[in-house]
């Protein structure tokens, strides 16, 4: 069994992902930089210090042309030989890859790398990831210019919200769910954070951010808006599938048609454009012919 | 020679083996016969030391069984039993020099080699040298064990006895290889080499033994000449069933 | 004599192939590193470590241990498969089926899922050491439990089925910690089940040597006990083989193989199931001929198959279990089906 298991990973790896392999178009560069960091990432397309990005790690999605780089694969399942065949001068990270010894022998090897400050999950903490970011690239400029954008956006969704107040109660359910179990992104999110903002509150807590939860739970957490990440929405397909799946079926949320599918890459890290995305979430949640 | 004193074999409330003692001496063929569960098959396991009795003891030239290594004990002592799986592919001289490895450490020396040669030649089975054991026949793969049995023991020893025990051997052969076998084995005869054997049929026992012991439920009779043994009254006591005896060529033939 | 050449020859054959696969392992991988910077790197290296190259040094302590340890992990795996089968009897036994490598897994699940909670941290030895007190723990749980009440004996048939019945108590354990763990760890959980070679490093490579060649050595000793096994328990005593002492002794040797490997690379199946039963078909049953060539030829089947988890989606890399699993499947079958069996 485990085997036949092992073999449908292998197949689907193969043929689903077309990130690897991406040839690399960079080759004559002297600054290389191998970046494992969903967040990072789209902060140095924000600032456009991309030009010396020659890998990225298969979880950074957004924007969507990083694709087109080579990946260097999972950052919790990296090899050594796969992050230093990008011939890195630099590799950026935030201190979530793996596995260990990956990262002794990159030391070992004293290949530089490179972990940005450790800031709140707020605005201001991200305002300062940008900026701090922005000097790095010397991109200053365009680090204040994405800094301005940000709190400006971010005080309007604030405004906005006073006069919601955070009555709406959201489920966010993240990538689908395997025979029925949920996993939910809990009140400890940084989803929950931007639906704080946005004027709502979340469903469900629990100790960490993600919590698996039986229909059950979900059934009796009655929710007024239900969010469905992009993996597990499209592959049901369509919203009606969705409301009929056990536990989600007969909430508030299925009964009202208030069932919306969300970037995944939106929800879980801040960045230039948390402020666009609470305001989206503000529209779905209060603006109901917005949201439609 | 192999001395048997007062040895028992309990399991449970059951008393398989009960206070049997008795000697089996070299150049005869030593028989045991008696009826299905009488005990026959526990006694030969604990002369061979795969069973170890609840009480007495059993003696190989006058020392207890107990004090030979096993190593040292399989250099002398042999069982060919009914026994003829065998787990994986094997050509028949390997299993036959299966025989000798108590005999060596590393590799087989020449004596090795050539035991293994003239035992199967001895069992007629030369012929199936360089086949895959487990490829023959029930009655084929019997005889082959009988070779790797004959090369154990294959060179006497001075001052030492061999022992050749025998467990309902018999079982797979039709009558032509019953007989043969039987014949082969007490054309070994000889007064360094002890032979002890279970069998079942009683016209065997009465051919081809010189020493019969029969048991029955667990006690021993008697032991004898096939003669004295295979008398009608002891037949009705021990099997339960009217026999006659009559004889053929010298010997009692058992008619039911 | 003649058996004895043509054994000999098929063990030249066997070293030939694995010194071309291994130098074949060591040319080719993600980075691309030059005959001569592979050169300059073994003077260098030891002489003047200041002024090696990163893809000198990348050769030294990456390219060139990682495939040292295939061999040695291919070798481990391999013996520990035809030891089980000689020892069981039976030509589908693998290593972990006593229980040995579901314990380790459970061990590196329990790691990687609660290892933050307890304060033990040992760099990158936590790891292993986790794992090779799983595999110490459920090999020492199936050796017990299989003692019969009554008997006390060993019965082989009961081993087997106690091993089954650990090996899914231990797998649903492995499944419980993915399932409580957050997503990172539950990926991490996945992927050290599945085999890795990745985390070769010299000091890995001595501790491995060290378990490989002892047990190989004293698994030889051994070799001609297995042998009369064959026959069956009671034969086997009458040749003079001291039953309990084989088993036990054949057991702690592939827990300590078996444990060891799994504790540095991950589950990695088929590898211990498919070489004894290639070399079977070759040259019979002789265990004499098949421990020490079962080293060999484990070696060549798992240096290739990392040789393909490395190249196949490179630059990232494949769990080197699934290239096992995907390539033993179609040779197990095909030679289950030439092969006759009493099973």
Excluded at chain 3, 57 to 62: H, L, V, Y
Excluded at chain 3, 324 to 339: C, H, N, Q
Aim: hydrophobic share 45%; net charge positive; proline share 3%.
């Amino acid at each position: 069994m485990k085997h036949l298991i092992g073999i449908f990973i292998a197949s689907s790896l193969l043929l689903s992902c077309g990130r690897f392999g991406k040839k690399d178009e960079k080759q004559e560069q002297s600054e290389r930089i191998v970046c494992i960091s969903k967040q990072y990432n789209e902060i140095i397309y924000a600032l456009g210090a991309e030009e010396d990005i020659v890998a990225a790690d298969i979880s950074s999605t957004y924007p969507p042309q990083i694709k087109e780089l080579p990946t260097v694969g999972y950052h919790r399942a990296l090899s050594t030989e796969g992050i230093l065949a990008a011939k890195p001068t630099l590799i950026l990270h935030d201190n979530n890859i793996g596995p260990e010894h990956v990262v002794q022998q990159i030391t070992a090897l004293k290949i530089p790398t490179k972990v940005f400050g450790k800031y709140n999950g707020d605005i201001r903490g991200t305002d300062s990831l940008i900026r701090e970011m922005g000097a790095y690239f010397h991109k200053e400029r365009a680090a204040d210019s994405l800094c301005a954008i940000l709190d400006k956006d971010m005080e309007q969704v604030l405004e906005k919200a006073k006069q919601y107040g955070d009555t709406q109660r959201v489920l966010v359910i993240h990538y689908g769910r395997a025979s029925n179990v949920y996993l939910i992104m809990t009140a400890k999110s940084t989803a929950a954070r931007m639906l704080a903002w946005a004027g709502g509150r979340m469903a469900v807590d629990g100790a960490r951010g993600m919590k698996q939860m039986s229909p059950e739970v979900i059934a009796a957490s009655d929710p007024d808006v239900i969010l469905l990440t992009d993996f597990g929405y499209d592959r049901l397909g369509s919203l009606e599938k969705v409301k009929a799946l056990p536990g989600i079926a007969g909430t508030k949320a299925a009964t009202n048609n208030r069932i919306y599918r969300v970037e995944e890459h939106d929800l879980v890290y801040m960045g230039p454009r948390t402020g666009k995305v609470a305001a989206r979430l503000q529209k779905l949640l209060h603006d109901e012919t917005a949201a439609k | 020679m192999i001395t048997v004193k007062n040895i028992t074999y309990k399991t449970g409330d059951n008393t398989l083996v009960d206070d049997i003692s008795v000697e089996f001496k070299p150049g005869i063929v030593n028989l045991i016969v008696g009826p299905n569960g009488a005990g026959k098959s526990t006694l030969i396991k604990m002369l061979s030391g795969q069973m170890k009795e609840t009480s007495g003891m059993v003696m190989y030239g006058g020392k207890p069984l107990g004090v030979y290594t096993l190593r040292e004990l399989a250099k002398s002592r042999a069982l060919l039993s009914q026994n003829m799986e065998l787990a994986f592919s094997a050509r028949v001289s390997e299993v036959v020099m299966m025989g000798r490895y108590p005999h060596f450490s590393e590799r087989p020396t020449t004596s090795d080699l050539q035991a293994c040669d003239e035992a199967m030649k001895y069992a007629d089975i030369a012929y199936l040298k360089d086949r895959d054991y487990t490829t023959l026949s029930g009655g084929e793969k019997q005889r082959v064990q009988f070779a790797r049995v004959l090369a154990q023991i294959w060179y006497p020893e001075p001052n030492k006895c061999r022992y050749l025990l025998l467990d309902e051997p018999l079982a797979y052969l039709d009558v032509y290889y019953q007989h043969q076998l039987m014949q082969q084995i007490k054309l070994l005869r000889s007064d360094t080499l002890v032979v002890v054997g279970v069998v079942h049929d009683l016209n065997i026992a009465a051919k081809y033994g010189e020493s019969i012991s029969m048991i029955h439920r667990g006690k021993l009779l008697l032991t004898g000449t096939p003669e004295s043994v295979f008398t009608e009254a002891n037949i009705k006591e021990v099997y339960g069933v009217e026999a006659e005896i009559l004889v053929n060529k010298g010997k009692p033939y058992i008619c039911f | 004599m003649k058996q004895q050449q043509s054994s000999r020859s098929i063990t030249v054959i066997l070293v030939v192939v694995l010194v071309a696969c291994m130098l074949l392992s060591i040319r080719l991988g993600a980075v691309s590193i030059s005959l001569s910077e592979m050169q300059s790197a073994f003077s260098r290296y030891f002489t003047t470590p200041d002024t090696v190259t990163l893809n000198e040094r990348i050769f030294m302590t990456i390219r060139l241990p990682r495939a040292f340890l295939c061999v040695l992990v291919g070798a481990s795996l391999a013996v520990g498969g035809t030891l089980m089968q000689a020892l069981f009897r039976n030509p589908i036994v693998e290593p972990g089926l006593i229980g040995t490598s579901s314990g380790a897994a459970f061990g590196a699940a329990m790691y990687f899922a609660l290892g933050a909670m307890f304060k033990f941290d040992t760099g990158v030895w936590t790891l292993p050491i986790a794992a090779g007190a799983g595999a110490l723990l459920s090999t020492i749980l199936v050796y017990i439990l299989s003692l019969s009440g009554q008997t006390k004996k060993n019965s082989i048939v009961v081993l087997l089925l106690v091993g089954m019945a650990v090996n899914a108590l231990f797998m649903s354990g492995v499944g419980f910690f993915s399932y409580i763990a957050r997503d990172p760890q539950a990926r991490s959980i996945t992927f050290w089940g599945l085999g890795n070679l990745s985390g070769a490093d010299w000091t890995v490579i001595k501790v491995v040597c060290v378990s490989t060649f002892g047990c190989i050595t004293v698994a030889m000793r051994y070799a001609k006990d297995l042998n009369a096994l064959m026959l069956g328990d009671d034969e086997a005593m009458l040749l003079g083989v001291n039953l309990k002492g084989l088993k036990v002794t054949i057991l702690l040797i592939n827990v300590v193989m078996i444990a060891v490997v799994t504790a540095f690379a991950g589950v990695i199946s088929f590898v211990g199931l498919i070489v004894p039963h290639m070399l079977r078909a070759v040259k019979g049953a002789d265990n004499r001929f098949l421990i020490p060539n079962s080293a060999l030829l484990g070696g060549i089947l798992l240096t290739l198959a990392d040789l393909l988890a490395r190249m196949l989606l490179r630059p990232a890399e494949l769990p080197v279990g699934i290239v096992t699993s995907v390539i033993g499947v179609p040779i197990f079958i095909y030679l289950l089906r030439r092969t006759k069996y009493i099973i």
